[in-house]
């Protein structure tokens, strides 16, 4: 008896960090299919509404914003936020069937929603592309500079948005200039935790968060990393990453 039972807590032992790797691997695979969806969405309505369609993400400078003009209901959706900072993205535009020249009707497709907990977006796909960048080089999210934020009732806000923009044909477009964008965007995705500050009540501070990558440096890896990629003719995305040999 005592035999069998040293025989399987070894065999525990070393079956756990496998097991904990499919958990990983699949949490990873699911926010990676979940992004690819959601891009695809944002692209067949861009199509569908003949209108130029934007993956916006939450700003990772959110908690220096200055909204004390907006509502209470621009409020409590704006400290909602605070707590998706690198893992929140809705599906937005400017404009609809319709509207006339230099009129705009802003709205939201979706929902924010948020990726898989135990994944986040890697901080670099944040940081905006250099004025002289070189076409054909890869981009993270490139910076869309206004939007009817948190909601398509609250005024305009003149602030720098991530996003993925799609044009009326589908292809990535500059989301400033509105003109075709020459390079591919690259979304990486990290394995870890988004640590929010919050006060004693467990509300939302206004800080940034803590990011804890497990383990670091995965989201750029040789042997574990998971890219999504979007093709700046077709805008269509992809999932990267490391072959099994």
């Known amino acids: 008896m005592l035999t ?13 960090p496998a097991v904990r790797g499919l958990a990983h691997g699949h949490v990873m695979t699911s926010a990676s299919q979940q992004l690819l969806d959601d891009l695809a969405l944002a692209r067949r309505m861009a199509i569908s509404s003949r209108t130029s369609v934007f993956v916006v993400f939450v700003p990772t400078n959110l908690y220096s914003m200055n909204l004390s003009s907006g509502t209470a209901g621009d409020a409590s959706a704006f400290h909602q936020l605070w707590g998706k900072t690198y893992t929140s993205y809705a599906l937005y535009a400017d404009r609809m069937i319709g509207d006339q020249p230099g009129q705009s009707t802003p709205r939201y497709f979706t929902e924010w929603k948020t990726l898989p907990e135990g994944v986040f977006i890697a901080p670099l796909a944040y940081v905006p592309p250099p004025a002289n960048y070189k076409s054909g080089v890869d981009l993270g999210l490139t ?103």
């Open 4 to 16: 069998v039972v040293v025989i399987i807590s070894i065999l525990a032992g070393v079956s756990l």
């Open 143 to 245: 910076v869309k500079p206004t939007a009817a934020f948190p909601l398509t009732t609250s005024a305009t806000v003149a602030w720098n948005f991530p996003c993925v923009a799609f044009d009326y044909t589908g292809e990535l477009i500059d989301p400033v200039f509105l003109t075709p964008l020459r390079s591919d965007q690259v979304i990486p995705l990290d394995r870890g935790s988004v640590f929010y500050q919050r006060d004693a009540n467990g509300n939302f501070l206004n800080a940034p968060p803590d990011l804890v990558e497990t383990p670091k440096g995965n989201a750029y890896s040789p042997a574990s990393y998971i890219h999504v990629r979007v093709n700046h003719l077709t805008g269509r995305a992809r999932i990267e990453q490391p072959i099994i040999q």
